[in-house]
Structure formats: structure tokens, C-alpha cells
């Protein structure tokens, strides 16, 4: 099984300031095809997931774009530029290069 | 657009069964697997498995093989996720997601397991 591990998991944010997620796996998230299937999701209390970015930095329709996806192999980063009221919540990664795994979650509050 | 509608919150006794259904959508069904990722209080999102939407074959992570059956009606576009001989330790959020790369997500069906 890949674990995923992240990095901080609590956050405190200032808005309008920066904020940055790290995560790692346990093994290479290359495919055979040459992708790397690493997802980030966000989710608020009470809410379901919404996937924000895929394949590292693809973002998913709709998200801002201060979101940033970047990273490689094992090591990946995700950047929010400004952050904003809405942004509060778990920030998880997730890969589906192998069976798919989750981290264990950032929680991001004012 | 794209919709996942799962059915609605249960309460069950330890040793009972329960169903979860998901219907879909705004796209054709059988071009998707369809994922189940369980979330218990509090806690993260664990993948319990999926099922091809084309063949029914389903594919259960280790930590769900034994009391989790995943199933289809593909007449109404709907995915089922069956837990049998429920435990306390069931109780959690359960959510279905389009996909490999869940891309989108029902809105989770709560389960709460107790006597």
C-alpha cells in the first residue's frame, strides 16, 4: 500500500497571506504512462470533498487559480497565493497511481 | 451537469445490514467507476473500493473485503454499497465518488451503528 503523509496538519492562515501543504508517498506516483496521478481535494464540516487539482497541477473547473499544484515522484506541494474566508477547512491529497490513498488530512483555520 | 445522490442517513443495530445508494447523473454511467470512500467521526477519507460500472466487477481495498458488497442497477444509473453484520465501528460518513480520480462526490450517507 503508498501512505500518504502531509505536512503541516494544522495550518493557521492570515488572510490575504500565502499558505503551503506539503505531501509526501511512500513510493514514486509515476505511471506507466508517464502521469502522475496525485489529486488535492478541500472539504468544509458537514460537506463532501471537492477535488481542486489532478495530475499534480490541473486544476478542476471552477477553482481559483491562487490554488497551485507542483511537485514530482514522491514530493508534492500545494500553494494557496492568497488566502481567503473560504479557504478554512481539511486540505487532503490523494494518489491513484497504485489503489488509491488519501493523507491524512491539513486543517486550515483563520 | 454532473450530480451523485445518495440515499439518506440510517440508523442500524450491531449485527444488521445496511444499504447505500447512489445515483448519477449528467453523464453516461458505465464510463466511470464508481467509488466508495468511508470517513468515520472526525477522522480522514479512507477508499473502500469501486466497481466497474461496465462489467459490475468490483474491487474492494484489504481493510473492506468480507462485509462490504458493492453492486449496480444500471436501469437508473444507481450504485449500491451493501454492509453487512454491522458494527459500532461502522458508524461513519459513507460517500460515493466518480471515477478513478473522484472528480465528484455524492453528498455522504451518514450510518450510525448502536444499541
Known amino acids: 500500500d503508498v501512505v500518504m503523509t502531509q505536512s503541516p496538519l494544522s495550518l493557521p492562515v492570515t488572510l490575504g497571506q500565502p499558505a503551503s501543504i506539503s505531501c509526501r508517498s511512500s513510493?514514486?506516483?509515476?505511471?506507466?504512462?508517464?502521469?502522475?496521478?496525485l489529486s488535492w481535494f478541500h472539504q468544509r464540516p458537514g460537506q463532501p470533498p471537492r477535488r481542486l487539482l489532478y495530475?499534480?497541477?490541473n486544476r478542476d473547473s471552477g477553482v481559483p487559480d491562487r490554488f497551485t499544484g507542483s511537485g514530482a515522484g514522491t514530493d508534492f506541494t500545494l500553494k494557496i497565493s492568497r488566502v481567503e474566508a473560504e479557504d478554512v477547512g481539511v486540505y487532503y491529497c490523494?494518489?491513484?497511481?497504485?489503489?488509491?490513498?488519501f493523507g491524512p488530512g491539513t486543517k486550515v483555520d483563520i | 451537469q454532473v450530480q451523485l445522490v445518495q440515499s439518506g442517513s440510517e440508523l442500524k443495530k450491531p449485527g444488521a445490514s445496511v444499504t447505500v445508494s447512489c445515483k448519477a447523473s449528467?453523464?453516461?454511467?458505465?464510463?466511470?467507476?464508481m467509488a466508495w470512500v468511508r470517513q468515520a467521526p472526525g477522522q480522514g477519507l479512507e477508499w473502500m473500493g469501486w466497481?466497474?460500472?461496465?462489467?459490475?466487477?468490483?474491487m474492494y481495498a484489504q481493510a473492506f473485503t468480507g462485509r462490504c458488497v458493492f453492486s449496480l442497477d444500471t436501469s437508473v444509473n444507481t450504485a449500491f454499497l451493501q454492509i453487512t453484520n454491522l458494527k459500532p465501528d461502522d458508524s461513519a460518513v459513507y460517500f460515493c465518488?466518480?471515477?478513478?480520480?473522484?472528480?465528484?462526490w455524492g453528498q455522504g450517507t451518514t450510518v450510525t451503528v448502536s444499541s
Open positions: 513510493r514514486s506516483l509515476v505511471y506507466s504512462d508517464g502521469d502522475t496521478y
Open positions: 449528467g453523464y453516461t454511467f458505465t464510463n466511470f467507476v
Open positions: 465518488a466518480r471515477g478513478s480520480a473522484f472528480d465528484s
Open positions: 466497481i466497474n460500472t461496465n462489467t459490475g466487477n468490483p
Open positions: 495530475k499534480v497541477s
Open positions: 490523494m494518489q491513484s497511481t497504485h489503489w488509491p490513498s
